[in-house]
């Protein structure tokens, strides 16, 4: 039997949606800076919304970068507290010839609300708060003790919210904290992410003359720093994608076959993987593992962009006096930051080319973790998905990154239900983003039960 505040989110599902499609319209582009009053407005919107709801204490925490947001309700005695977390920032939007519709204006197609942010993370921020919601309107109350707090940075290395949670471990006290920033397995199948990889962001930066020159005159002479970074990008990883860097594996652990076992009874299909969601001719990585193998528990290297020299339209010889690439690293549990950039730094300086300067800088970075599964708040998860989507739960890892859920855990002892409600095809981070609509309706009704279920 639906409790009242289920009831309640049912019967205010359509303002629910008007409410989120307004969150969406605000370009939260953190990484850029002509949308930094965007990332303040969406912020404030954040906070009104926990004031109406009858949330406590609702505030912006300043800082530097993008303002975090707080609140706080904190009255049910004898109970267990959470700190629900998520992110109001968004993407950058290109390339935008891409987008079926405007990124920054909502539209209802096939079942799915298509917006950046859409998935990652708006929808589930507002389903998180429209739980709270329906839980203090059919019932005067929350069912636990509840701390938010969402930030702004999230898509470019949460650096605020890292340095408040080191800083600040009183004015966060939990039992355990609930991230809504993951996905579903597969559709209509309840998942809790119980691991996730860890990374390092860096940029690679080779230097040659001091200025740029004329390829005619100094062609042949003057070194070439693209080339050099070439060079250099080419000896990172070998065609089969393992990684050269020396000791880079030494510390990496591979899933148990209990894991393992779990992972291969998953409905997956590789083949409709490649087609449907890759879309490439053929997969690539290590020879002899899976496809879930790779990208759960393996680490990476990725380059995502290598800006520099001329790039305009026709014509222009000239040998750029700098050349650079941004690189990331993919890190899986038992692997530092700490360590990988310094065996990727001293490689890249090793096999640097004669005749150019190169410098590697570390822009920011993350833990992976692996989270038990037999404590009380997985289980309670659990339970309250079982109830609403009338499926067993399956555990799985990510192959992506959420910083903070290292941070929670080291610093404030908290283990993380990760509780996400996107699905594996919802273009984050890649045009026509979308969110699934019965995904957004059973993710309030997951999060109203889960919470019920944990106070009860």
Request: glycine residues 8%; contains cysteine.
């Amino acid at each position: 039997m639906s409790s009242a505040a289920v009831q309640y989110a049912r019967q205010n599902h359509t303002r629910f949606l008007d409410e989120l499609k307004a969150l969406l319209r605000i370009p939260s582009i953190s990484t850029l800076p002509e949308n930094k009053d965007d990332c303040r407005k969406a912020a404030e919107t954040l906070r009104n919304e926990l004031t109406r709801i009858g949330m406590e204490n609702a505030r912006l925490i300043e800082s530097e970068g993008h303002p975090l947001v707080y609140a706080d309700w904190l009255h049910a005695a004898g109970k267990p507290t959470v700190l629900i977390y998520g992110h109001y920032d968004v993407q950058p939007s290109d390339p935008l010839d891409e987008w079926l519709a405007p990124p920054f204006e909502p539209v209802e197609r096939d079942g799915n609300l298509y917006a950046r942010g859409a998935a990652d993370d708006k929808g589930q921020v507002v389903a998180q708060i429209k739980a709270l919601e329906s839980l203090m309107a059919a019932n005067g109350k929350l069912p636990i003790n509840v701390r938010v707090l969402f930030e702004g940075e999230e898509e470019v290395g949460g650096e605020t919210i890292a340095n408040y949670v080191a800083s600040k471990p009183a004015d966060l006290k939990a039992d355990f904290a609930l991230v809504s920033d993951t996905e579903l397995f597969a559709p209509g199948l309840p998942t809790l992410c119980v691991g996730l990889r860890g990374m390092i962001y860096t940029e690679l930066e080779v230097r040659g003359a001091k200025t740029d020159l004329h390829s005619g005159m100094y062609g042949g002479a003057a070194p070439n720093p693209f080339v050099s970074l070439c060079q250099i990008i080419a000896r990172l990883k070998d065609e089969n994608e393992h990684i050269l860097i020396p000791g880079f594996y030494d510390d990496v652990v591979p899933p148990s076959p209990e894991e393992l076992a779990a992972w291969r009874s998953l409905p997956f299909d590789e083949e409709e993987y490649r087609k449907k969601e890759v879309g490439s001719r053929q997969l690539v990585g290590e020879p002899g593992l899976s496809v879930l193998e790779r990208t759960w528990a393996r680490p990476t290297l990725d380059v995502h962009g290598m800006p520099g020299g001329f790039t305009g339209a026709g014509a222009k010889t000239v040998i750029p006096a700098k050349a650079m690439a941004k690189v990331s690293m993919r890190l899986v549990p038992n692997m530092t930051p700490a360590r990988a950039f310094e065996l990727y730094q001293s490689y890249v300086q090793k096999i640097a080319p004669a005749g150019v300067d190169v410098e590697v800088r570390l822009i920011h970075a993350g833990d992976a973790c692996i989270v038990a599964v037999n404590n009380r708040y997985i289980q309670a998860a659990t339970h309250a998905l079982h109830e609403v989507w009338g499926k067993d739960t399956v555990f799985i890892r990510s192959g992506g990154s959420i910083p903070i859920v290292g941070d929670f855990d080291r610093h404030l002892g908290l283990p993380s239900v990760m509780m996400g409600f996107g699905l594996p095809d919802d273009n984050i981070h890649a045009p026509n983003e979308k969110f699934n609509l019965k995904n957004f309706e059973l993710g309030i009704e997951s999060v109203i039960r889960f919470l019920e279920e944990v106070g009860s």
